[in-house]
């Protein structure tokens, strides 16, 4: 039997009302709107031919996507780094370390996300990137000649510092998550674990690096690729502070070509197809290891 | 050799939020002792012998092992660990490394003992608890008997002074329960200092110099066994051999 036999009358009217819904909401933009749709316009924008280097290469909304990725790999990383400190600092045995990791993460969990990110982005990372001079920095990798090893890492050297303000806005924002995801594997270790590594004399640290966390770490990786997933999608926020990734760049896309919903439309497109394809690669990762 | 006393418990209490757990506890262990401790379920036994490498904090009284008070101290809580060993009814091995590493792991983090020494000695007591060739294996490939005696070979390895076992057999199926005991009467005739929570009243005959006898959070009895088995004072104790030893 095959798939289409098995579907109900219910799927066939749900289906038709999907359909119906969608004809209306075009028959809305197109008619009553009046949209002139121009989709072909919009492929140039992914790539387009370079005449002087004589190929293709990647044009603003792959480039935003580039951004993207890089944004949210880098941050991720850098996330997982922080979120382990604080899912440790969670369990901590002293008690001021405990309540100020408990409360960071109650601050980030209760704090809308945008207004979270500002703060991180004109508080922290602004004034850091100024007293490191990371500005004169970039601009003088950008000038050398190894620029592009770095802009293969971290695109264009220019909007480095750019970059870098929208990494570390993303990551202190998403330690909390993975603070809470490490702490619950923490203490979904069986007591027992501990107290062996304690009856034979270990310190707190070691208890924790080579007992607890390795163990820890294998439970949490589904909770933490879901993670990684949302911050795929939550890295669209940076786009507030001026960091090029996919959906700033669509803004202004937008704003020069006024290709509202075909602009929009693909870069949906290009993050669901982004995730989607994440979901998969992490869902097989899984069934290969178990 | 005149033994010296090795843990000195004296006036011992623990209470669990609001319930007395352990009451007015007096027993000194001498240096090379075997002392078997046995009572009801919820008497107090692995509360006790929890308290004497801190796995719990006492509330009252003073706990002295190896010349080490315990305090809050953690440095002395350390000291008195990397010396007192502790097998676990549960066995507790880290599933995620090899028996060989579950072995090497506390002499060379604890002891700072070099790879090949801790290895080799890994190795030794392997030996000892009859499963030299399991070194590769992991936990989780042993039968429940050959766990508990990776257990055992783990603490053995630390080479403490003290070891405890908090009822070493009561999760194992009973084909396996000889398997380590045998490895249990082996390692008391090496000399080591043991206190063990059993109800193993075979193994406490041939092995124990003292019976200790609890019932909710009190020692109601203490005696050599020859003495326990054939004319326990109190009633109490009484019922209970007669209960057990029905079997
Ligand atoms: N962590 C704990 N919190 C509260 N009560 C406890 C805890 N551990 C043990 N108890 C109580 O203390 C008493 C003694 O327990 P335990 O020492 O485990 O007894 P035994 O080992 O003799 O069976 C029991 O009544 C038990 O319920
Ligand atoms: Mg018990």
Redesign the interface.
Known sequence: MNRLGKLHWLDWAILALLILFAGYVWFRIDGALNYKWRWEIIPQYLFRYDEEKGRWVANILMQGLMNTVRISVLAGMLALVLGTVLGLARVAQNLAVRMLARTYLEVLRNVPAVVVIFIFYFFLSEQLIAAFGVESWARGIARGENAWIWESFFGDMRRFPSLISGILVLALFESAFVGEIVRAGIQSIPKGQREAAQSIGMTWGDEMRFIVLPQAMRKVVPPLASEFIALVKNSAIVSLISVHDLTYKTVELVSSTRAIFEAWITTAVLYGGLCFLLSLLFRRLERGKG | MTARPIIEIRNLGKFYDGFEALKDINLTVLSGEKVVVCGPSGSGKSTLIRCI?R?EEHSSGRMIVDGIELTEETKDI??V??E???V?Q?F?????MTVLENLT??PM??RKIPKAEAEARARKYLARVHIPEQADKYPAQLSGGQQQRV?IA??LC?EPRIMLFDEPTSALDPEMINEVLDVMVELAGTGMTMVVVTHEMGFARKVADRMVFMERGEIVEVAPPDVFFTAPKSERCRAFLDQILEH
């Open positions: 490498n796995l350390r000291a660990r990397r007192v060993g502790m676990f549960q507790n091995l880290f599933p995620h792991i506390g983090r604890v257990a783990r603490s630390m």
